[in-house]
């Protein structure tokens, strides 16, 4: 019989409490982000261009090894297939005809 008025005693103050701090916190927490994002959207900008160029650098060299890695099986295989050409590799001067 000790255990019935303690479950309601104890139930009353916990729901009493409990909606009162979470009504003023709810109100009070969205002004608080609000007024943290008001000052950060300013300095923002002025870091977005120069945090831009910096990951753009930095993808940069990762695309080029790759790209000279693919490049070097080509050269060779240019080289291989190469056949000589009926012309010079120099066409004739256009002045050397005036000469002569």
Same mark, same amino acid.
Do not use: E
């Given at each position: 019989?000790?255990?019935?008025?303690?479950?309601?005693?104890?139930?009353?103050?916990?729901?009493?409490? #409990? *909606?009162? $701090?979470?009504?003023?916190?709810? =109100?009070?927490?969205? &002004?608080?982000?609000?007024?943290?994002?008001? +000052?950060? %959207?300013?300095?923002?900008?002025?870091?977005?261009?120069?945090? #831009? *160029?910096? $990951?753009?650098?930095?993808?940069? =060299?990762?695309?080029? &090894?790759?790209?000279?890695?693919?490049?070097? +099986?080509? %050269?060779?295989?240019?080289?291989?297939?190469?056949?000589?050409?009926?012309?010079?590799?120099?066409?004739?001067?256009?002045?050397?005809?005036?000469?002569?």
């Amino acid at each position: 019989m000790l255990k019935q008025p303690c479950t309601p005693f104890m139930h009353a103050p916990k729901p009493s409490r #409990v *909606p009162s $701090p979470r009504t003023h916190l709810s =109100p009070a927490f969205p &002004p608080v982000p609000a007024h943290v994002d008001a +000052p950060r %959207p300013l300095p923002t900008p002025n870091h977005f261009p120069k945090t #831009v *160029p910096g $990951p753009t650098s930095q993808m940069m =060299p990762i695309p080029s &090894p790759s790209l000279p890695v693919f490049q070097h +099986p080509m %050269p060779p295989r240019k080289k291989r297939n190469k056949r000589p050409s009926k012309f010079p590799a120099i066409a004739p001067s256009p002045y050397a005809l005036l000469h002569t």
